[in-house]
């Protein structure tokens, strides 16, 4: 059984940086993403970033690019999201994913982006950034 567990969040203020982590477990297959996405009250759930599993294909929302750093501990099992200059606008709940097994997507990063390819989910972390 798939588990993710999200922790890291918190409150900073505008300009700031977080560290999210994310604790993936039970993973059998070698060849899969696992994704950041958040969702902010009355919004749709979003894409943030996703990595692969390989560490050799990542990919970013245009709205955390150069901001937002996707990475891995493939030893540790811990996708890591560093946050910086962190905005107002970035306050959500944010949450892991990790997709079925999927080979390296090249040049389709809306369709990575997409919760509907993830089919595991961590229960959320809560990023709040003030002005």
């Known amino acids: 059984q798939v588990q993710l567990v999200e922790s890291g969040g918190g409150s900073v203020q505008a300009g700031g940086s977080l560290r999210l982590s994310c604790l993936v477990s039970g993973i059998t297959y070698s060849h899969y993403y696992v994704g950041w996405f958040r969702q902010a009250p009355g919004k749709e759930r979003e894409g943030v970033a996703t990595?692969?599993?390989?560490?050799?294909?990542?990919y970013y929302a245009d709205s955390v690019k150069g901001r937002f750093t996707i990475s891995q501990d493939n030893a540790k099992n811990t996708v890591f999201l560093q946050m910086g200059s962190l905005k107002p606008e970035d306050t959500a709940l944010y949450y892991c994913a990790s997709t079925r097994p999927i080979p390296r997507i090249i040049g389709a990063r809306d369709s990575i982006l997409s919760r509907n390819e993830y089919n595991n989910w961590g229960q959320g972390t809560q990023v709040t950034v003030s002005s």
């Open positions: 990595i692969y599993s390989a560490g050799d294909s990542i």
